[in-house]
């Protein structure tokens, strides 16, 4: 088991729409493994594969009592609204104010590829929408108006001294 490199912004990858995950073996399983491992060392709450360079539909997160693997996440349900402060490790973490609802519905394949539905409200509904976008190739700049996406992008870049 290994720590991976994680991909950053703006890496083709984290733009592209994953592929299902459609075999739940051991390699899948280990897979996962590194992911919380990647995941814990950066000290975040949620890491998609494509954040590791892998075009597929698969996140962990482990956020306010949730841990869970998610392959071929989707958001079922959805209700309310909240805004807080969100940051992305394909980003440097540096954050910004996002609206998403305040209640997120996650419906998901586990490791063994059986399905579950998880309920969640506040900043675990936002992983579990922060990373199920991920899977779709979405980052959560994507989410705010074109002036504050761009200060997100020029402080990464500072930080990154591009
Ligand atoms: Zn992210």
């Given at each position: 088991?290994?720590?991976?490199?994680?991909?950053?912004?703006?890496?083709?990858?984290?733009?592209?729409?994953?592929?299902?995950?459609?075999?739940?073996?051991?390699?899948?399983?280990?897979?996962?493994?590194?992911?919380?491992?990647?995941?814990?060392?950066?000290?975040?709450?949620?890491?998609?594969?494509?954040?590791?360079g892998l075009n597929l539909r698969l996140f962990v997160m482990d956020c306010e009592g949730i841990k869970l693997i998610a392959a071929n996440p989707e958001i079922s349900a959805t209700d309310g609204e909240?805004?807080?402060?969100?940051?992305?490790?394909?980003?440097?973490?540096?954050?910004?104010?996002?609206?998403?609802?305040?209640?997120?519905?996650?419906?998901?394949?586990?490791?063994?590829?059986?399905?579950?539905?998880?309920?969640?409200?506040?900043?675990?509904?936002?992983?579990?929408?922060?990373?199920?976008?991920?899977?779709?190739?979405?980052?959560?700049?994507?989410?705010?108006?074109?002036?504050?996406?761009?200060?997100?992008?020029?402080?990464?870049?500072?930080?990154?001294?591009?």
């Open positions: 088991m290994a720590v991976r490199n994680i991909v950053e912004y703006p890496d083709d990858v984290l733009a592209e729409i994953g592929k299902p995950v459609t075999v739940f073996d051991e390699t899948l399983s280990d897979l996962c493994i590194d992911m919380f491992e990647t995941m814990y060392e950066a000290e975040g709450v949620g890491l998609a594969a494509p954040q590791i909240q805004s807080s402060q969100e940051g992305c490790l394909s980003l440097g973490k540096v954050p910004a104010v996002v609206v998403r609802p305040q209640k997120a519905r996650l419906r998901a394949q586990n490791e063994k590829g059986e399905w579950f539905e998880r309920e969640a409200e506040g900043y675990a509904a936002r992983a579990f929408m922060h990373e199920t976008d991920h899977c779709d190739g979405k980052l959560f700049i994507d989410h705010l108006p074109k002036m504050r996406r761009d200060m997100v992008i020029k402080r990464f870049k500072k930080e990154k001294k591009w």
